[in-house]
């Protein structure tokens, strides 16, 4: 069995900003030369995640609108009195850190509407990091 693993360094805009890392992750699928396995999608950090959704504009507006729905910024929560960013953590908690995909032959199995995105949920810009590790033969 072998482990690979890459790392991906981005800047975001703030509050849900959502990044396509889908190329990423096949290119380095492709370039990590296992057959069969999986790999894993991994956010270090408190307030991102990682989703699977289409990369259809009127859909991640609808995703926007429903996180902001689910857990609203303006609710008083008790981390704010620390920092101001109680709904990034929540969120965060909501959609998760990672995610895994199965390698078949050598490619990412993911469904034709299955984008892989980061969202940066943080109420500020940041400079973030993605860890990949395909595991597998």
């Given at each position: ?12 805009k703030?509050?849900?900003d ?15 030369e ?13 307030t991102?995640a990682?989703?699977a ?15 902001k729905?689910v857990?609203?910024?303006?609710r ?14 929540l969120?965060?908690?909501l ?14 199995m ?10 940066e949920?943080?109420?500020?810009p ?7 590790q395909a595991?597998?033969?």
């Amino acid at each position: 069995m072998r482990v690979v693993r890459k790392e991906l360094h981005f800047s975001t805009k703030g509050e849900i900003d959502l990044v396509d890392i889908t190329h990423e992750v096949e290119k380095f699928v492709a370039e990590s030369e296992i057959a069969n396995g999986q790999v894993l999608i991994f956010v270090p950090g408190a307030t991102g995640a990682i989703i699977a959704i289409e990369h259809e504009e009127g859909l991640l507006e609808d995703f926007k609108r429903w996180l902001k729905e689910v857990i609203p910024k303006e609710r008083p929560y008790l981390h704010n009195r620390f920092d101001d960013n109680a709904h990034s953590h929540l969120r965060a908690t909501l959609l998760g850190p990672s995610l895994v995909f199965p390698i078949i032959d050598g490619e990412l199995m993911r469904g034709t509407w299955q984008q892989i995105f980061f969202v940066e949920l943080d109420t500020r810009p940041r400079r973030r990091r993605v860890i990949l590790q395909a595991i597998g033969e």
